[in-house]
C-alpha cells in the first residue's frame, strides 16, 4: 500500500516558538493532502485541506496565519505551527490522497503522527 | 448539517464476535470507509464500501446500506490486539472525509 512518513515524529518546544511539520507521500504523487488534529480521547479534526501549487482549505475555526500549510510538491506538504503556545499541543496527523495514479480516488493514507508538547 | 453517529465504546470478550454500527447523514455520499487506530498512532485503513452489500476481509467485514445510512463493522474471533478505536468516515459530495467520533473497543480475555 502506498506510505505516508511524517517528521518528527515528536517534538517539545518553548512556548512562543515556531515548529515545521513535514509530511511526505513515499511512493505516490499526492495531489491532496490532508492535516488532522487530534487531542486526547477525540476523534480527529480537519485542520485544512492543501492541493498541490495553491493555497491550503482551512477548516472554520483554523488559524490560517498561526498553521502555515505548504504544498509544494506532490510529495511533500509541510505544517509550520507559529509562536506556538500550550494549548497547540496534541497530535497532528497529515493524510495524502493519491489522485494521480489511479486506484480508489477517496482513500486517504495516513502518516504516523507528530506529537506536539509546548512548554 | 452532517452528522456521524457511532457508539462511544464497546466491551467484547476475545474470541467473541463484535458488530460497531455507524448511522449517517451527510450531503452527498461517495463512499464510506472503517478505520482502526490504536491509542497514540494513527488510524490504518480497514475497509471502503460505495456499493450496498457486505465486503469481507479476513476477520472483518463491513456493510453499507446507503437507503438507511447505515454501515457496521464486524470483527470475529476477536484478538487482545484489536483493543483500539474505530472510526467510520464518510465521502460527501464534496469528497471530503466526514468523521466520527469513533468506538472505542475494549477485549476482555
Known amino acids: 500500500g502506498a506510505v505516508v512518513s511524517q517528521h518528527p515524529s515528536r517534538v517539545i518546544c518553548k512556548s512562543g516558538t515556531s515548529v515545521k511539520i513535514e509530511c511526505r507521500s513515499l511512493d505516490f504523487q499526492a495531489t491532496t493532502m490532508f492535516w488532522y488534529r487530534q487531542f486526547p480521547k477525540q476523534s480527529l479534526m480537519l485542520m485544512a485541506t492543501?492541493?498541490?501549487?495553491?493555497?491550503?482549505?482551512?477548516e472554520q475555526g483554523v488559524e490560517k496565519d498561526k498553521f502555515l500549510i505548504n504544498h509544494a510538491s506532490l510529495t511533500l506538504s509541510t505544517l509550520t505551527v507559529t509562536s506556538a503556545h500550550p494549548e497547540d499541543s496534541s497530535f497532528y496527523i497529515c493524510?495524502?490522497?493519491?489522485?494521480?495514479?489511479?486506484?480508489?480516488?477517496?482513500?486517504?493514507?495516513f502518516g504516523p503522527g507528530t506529537r506536539l508538547t509546548v512548554l | 448539517g452532517q452528522n456521524i453517529d457511532q457508539p462511544t465504546e464497546m466491551t467484547a470478550t476475545e474470541g467473541a464476535i463484535v458488530q460497531i454500527n455507524c448511522t449517517y447523514q451527510?450531503?452527498?455520499?461517495?463512499?464510506l470507509f472503517w478505520y482502526q487506530q490504536h491509542a497514540g498512532e494513527a488510524p490504518t485503513f480497514l475497509s471502503y464500501?460505495?456499493l450496498d452489500g457486505l465486503e469481507e476481509k479476513g476477520r472483518f467485514s463491513s456493510f453499507l446500506s446507503r437507503s438507511k445510512g447505515y454501515s457496521y463493522l464486524l470483527l470475529k474471533e476477536l484478538q487482545m490486539k484489536d483493543s483500539a478505536s474505530y472510526l467510520c468516515a464518510v465521502v460527501d459530495s464534496n469528497y471530503q472525509l466526514i468523521w466520527g467520533a469513533g468506538t472505542k473497543l475494549i477485549i476482555k480475555p
Open positions: 493524510s495524502a490522497r493519491d489522485g494521480v495514479s489511479g486506484g480508489d480516488y477517496n482513500e486517504q493514507f
Open positions: 464500501n460505495v
Open positions: 451527510t450531503s452527498g455520499f461517495n463512499g
Open positions: 492543501s492541493n498541490e501549487g495553491s493555497k491550503a482549505t482551512y
